[in-house]
């Protein structure tokens, strides 16, 4: 009796990036993953954990992080094995990442399905994300590197797009069709007509494939990083061997993310597909983006993190997120961004929220790198 | 040979009042005139004194304020005399401490001048502030209660007014002239209307007067207050005697601001004299004046208040105060108002900065009273 596709998936959490658009909340030593940014009680990173469990089963989820993270890491995943963790010594993006977690995989069990799926996205609907990554794992099987496409509910100008093309006929799957290309971010006219025209998805960044796949694509396009891939595998699973490896390789990998190593290059050959995903998703790439989420969809009103936030609002809407147990007094502000940490304090709007980021950067290179 | 009337002038420092508008910068036991305001690296309170010296002496200035506030008026003020200090058990508004301090050094030394000056106020131009003083203690030493209005420099609706009327002729003073009338903060076409005429002033809430003359005032309108007052004052220079009368007296006595007691009808009864002042002054009333004062009257800019301060702005305009030791981020916020201490912090605007008190009251009524 021939297992089911869904029986040789093992998923990956690649477990990396501050989020620097998210500091002062955010910091080198406490990355997005690892905050609650919903009010759910827990991390991104448990939340992600817990809604691949019913797809790939505890054994079956490796999450690759910073050395720094292990700990944190393991104290919020429990039963995350030794096995099933990967540790980088430095970041070398995402091909690196989700690439020697494949090749390991696929050592250890040639034809092995992997889908990759971001430590600190914000998903709501698990039967309908279980159900796309059903039908993605059924293309994977039938040979695509899949993605999951997120059905646009308004015109976003921050996320990535995935023009759809013909419908692909996978067994087992539904809503499969083949990729054109990927567009990066759009201005608020194109959104507009990407979303009128229903054949754009939002790229999630979820990519699904037989890890051989998956390794021949980057061979094809990359062949030294697949090469020092290939070797560090080899060398992953015996002690004596995987430090000295990680130590000559990992350091000389390019820096390239997948989109461009893989997705975009497999597009361009009719080798990619789109499984619709109808569920909820927010990649919540700045704060912006968090005030929309906590804010439940009512526009004009303050959304407010944090366990203990003693708030006091006049006429005040946009987010609050208080790190601290001081009292924070709003009067008079619309769509502002504070976040009140022990030794920074962020004041902006939800429309400079983008630019948190170079703020990050001045912070840097001026000196004070204490903070972040 | 006569004595001036300068020689008989003793100054009187009112240094109550938390300045609820300025929280969390001002409390309750920080209220605003232990606040270095402007940069200067010492407290208004110390500024005042320091303003009052060359024309009282370090002997002649009495400072009336709150028990609480002992112990840090003496270390801001080495020189003060115990006999110097009036120690309030509450506040009772400035008629009863201005009154009592009027009261005690007219028994002390009778046909004394005094005046009264704001502890928290700021002012530059001591050569005019001490011109404006002379000439009002020899409108004083006339027989006149005495203020001082600030001539315009824009259409401020901060401010009360004064409507000078006709030029009275004192003896070695010059820019005496009657009050009409004291005229509450007008709107922004009526202040403009103010500055145009020429013959309204800023009340800056200064009185000089022969202290026999005051208390004729406080005893035409408010006769049991006046009463109380004696009856304190004559207890006040026997130990034995002063605390028993402070219990029973001044908890009883009627709280109202001296501006309605004497100033008002005074100038009703055309005893109300004012002397033009050229000096700078402002009370500082609220954040916005307080942005307005370190700016250094360039609008757009970003004032920064503390000493230790971090703060990166990008695309910021307003005031921030930094009484903590974070690093503040301030990215594409105007007029903005953000007040950093290590248990509250405050982000309004220019334009809310009056609405802070009502803060301060919800806070208290909210059971916040640990932050104010």
Redesign the interface.
Same mark, same amino acid.
């Given at each position: 009796m021939p297992t089911s596709p869904l029986d040789r998936f093992t998923a990956i959490i690649p477990a990396g990036g501050v989020g620097s658009r998210l500091w002062?909340l955010s910091r080198a030593d406490a990355p997005k993953f690892l905050h609650d940014l919903t009010g759910s009680g827990q991390t991104l990173l448990r939340d992600t954990w817990e809604r691949l469990v019913p797809l790939a089963g505890e054994d079956r989820i490796m999450v690759v992080t910073g050395r720094a993270h292990r700990a944190a890491v393991e104290a919020q995943l429990p039963a995350l094995t030794d096995a099933n963790i990967v540790l980088e010594s430095e970041p070398r993006d995402s091909t690196a990442a989700i690439g020697l977690a494949a090749a390991i995989l696929e050592r250890r069990e040639p034809g092995v399905v992997i889908g990759s799926f971001a430590a600190d996205h914000v998903i709501s609907g698990d039967e309908l994300f279980q159900r796309a990554v059903k039908d993605a794992v059924a293309a994977a099987d039938a040979g695509y590197i899949a993605t999951i496409g997120i059905t646009p509910t308004e015109p976003a100008v921050g996320f990535g797009y995935i023009h759809c093309g013909e419908v692909v006929d996978v067994p087992g799957a539904h809503e499969v069709q083949a990729v054109r290309s990927f567009v990066e971010k759009p201005d608020l006219a194109t959104a507009k007509r990407y979303l009128d025209d229903g054949d754009y998805l939002w790229n999630a960044g979820m990519f699904i494939a037989r890890a051989d796949r998956l390794l021949e694509e980057i061979a094809r396009t990359k062949p030294e990083l697949h090469a020092g891939l290939v070797e560090l595998a080899e060398a992953w699973d015996d002690p004596s061997t995987r430090g000295p490896a990680v130590d000559r390789i990992w350091p000389k990998l390019e820096k390239i993310a997948i989109d461009y190593s893989v997705a975009e290059p497999a597009a361009a050959e009719g080798r990619l597909a789109v499984v619709r995903g109808h569920f909820q998703w927010d990649d919540v790439g700045d704060f912006a983006s968090l005030a929309k989420l906590n804010q439940a969809g009512r526009s004009g009103e303050l959304a407010i993190l944090g366990e203990h936030a003693?708030v $006091?609002a006049?006429?005040a809407s946009g987010i609050v997120v208080s790190r601290s147990?001081?009292?924070?007094? *709003?009067?008079?502000?619309q769509d502002?961004v504070?976040v009140?940490?022990?030794?920074? $304090?962020?004041?902006?709007?939800s429309?400079?929220a983008q630019?948190?980021k170079?703020?990050v950067d001045? *912070?840097r290179l001026?000196g004070?790198s204490d903070?972040l």
């Open positions: 002062p003693r $006091l006049d006429q147990k001081r009292v924070i007094s *709003l009067i008079g502000v502002i504070v009140d940490t022990p030794d920074a $304090l962020l004041v902006t709007t429309e400079h630019r948190v170079a703020v001045a *912070l001026g004070s903070v």
